[in-house]
């Protein structure tokens, strides 16, 4: 009996309805030098994904009814057999070399998390836009917990171990990336940082994440506002909320304090009285007009009149 061949890395691909971007996706993954496997996991798709996917002879395919991008994902780990695993979704692509290269990097490292910029292209256009280098980052949680530029997990390749303790959650469905890398950043990976581009996070009309409107809007912002409090409650339960992590996460608290004041001021007002309790010293970071109503007037007060320019602009409540 031959053998069975030992497995580097691991692509798990979730895909629904992109058949018009998917090829490109698992192209870009093929002709390694690093033994990888591709998984693609059909969320119930409806457009031919599936009949091309069983004509590729080269990549496990999975099928389910449709279900969701987090399901997808965690049953493509449920096949996955690399030492090391990659996440990307069918409408994004990888850079050639990247695979082999931060594959490199984890065996000549010993790293578990292995991360690489993430460069912007617009689909309509194919404009590339460069994104900055990574810095020797001294503390992936915090770089994670904050508002900087924190690469984005297509960028990256986890030690399988890693994935095994933070499956995704269906729960966080309009933010499970952050969840995501927040629990990795819990786990404090040995980390290591490749230069150079690992893909392109794809700009196009058919995304879904940054368009949320209505109801799918305020679903969003609450699980965003949940996965800091589930976050930060766990390091101050495990004795570590340190000031580094209250300060990045205010980055992130206070804008979504906005968002909240949308369509729920009190909520929101919540969220500003958390942020002075993490950072006493907060500094509103907005400048000119907004930043002095703020400071003169208050959050409560500058929301309600930004609430009565929006409806003397766009009408309704």
Not at 247 to 254: F, G, I, Y
Request: one cysteine or more.
């Amino acid at each position: 009996m031959p053998e069975e061949v030992k497995i580097n890395v691991s692509v798990i691909i979730p895909a629904y309805n992109r058949l018009w971007c998917l090829p490109r996706a698992i192209n870009s993954c093929r002709n390694t030098k690093c033994v990888t496997e591709i998984i693609v996991v059909d969320d119930g798709s409806a457009d031919g994904t599936w009949e091309w996917l069983i004509s590729q002879s080269d990549i496990t395919a999975l099928r389910q009814e449709n279900q969701g991008q987090t399901y997808a994902i965690n049953k493509g780990f449920t096949v996955a057999k690399g030492d090391y695993i990659r996440f990307l979704d069918s409408d994004d692509f990888l850079s050639e070399g990247a695979i082999d290269a931060q594959y490199r990097k984890a065996v000549a490292t010993g790293a578990q998390l292995i991360c690489s910029r993430v460069d912007l292209y617009d689909e309509s256009s194919a404009k590339i836009t460069v994104c900055p280098e990574l810095a020797n980052w001294n503390d992936f949680l915090e770089i994670q917990l904050g508002n900087t530029y924190g690469s984005h997990f297509l960028g990256m390749l986890f030690h399988r171990s890693l994935i095994e303790k933070t499956p995704r959650r269906p729960e966080f469905a309009l933010r499970e990336d952050r969840m995501f890398l927040l629990e990795i950043a819990l786990l404090n990976p040995v980390l290591a940082i490749t230069e150079g581009c690992a893909g392109y996070w794809v700009q196009h009309s058919q995304q879904m994440q940054g368009k949320y409107a209505g109801l799918q809007s305020q679903a969003a912002n609450w699980q965003h506002l949940l996965i800091f409090r589930r976050i930060l409650g766990r390091l101050d339960a495990d004795g570590r909320l340190e000031e580094k992590y209250k300060k990045a996460a205010c980055t992130v608290l206070w804008p979504l304090a906005h968002w909240i004041a949308k369509d729920h001021i009190a909520d929101a007002l919540e969220v500003v009285k958390w942020i002075y309790e993490l950072d006493p010293a907060f500094e509103i970071p907005e400048r000119g007009s907004l930043g002095l109503m703020h400071r003169t007037f208050g959050f409560k007060a500058t929301e309600k009149i930004l609430r009565l320019r929006r409806i003397a602009k766009y009408g309704g409540n």
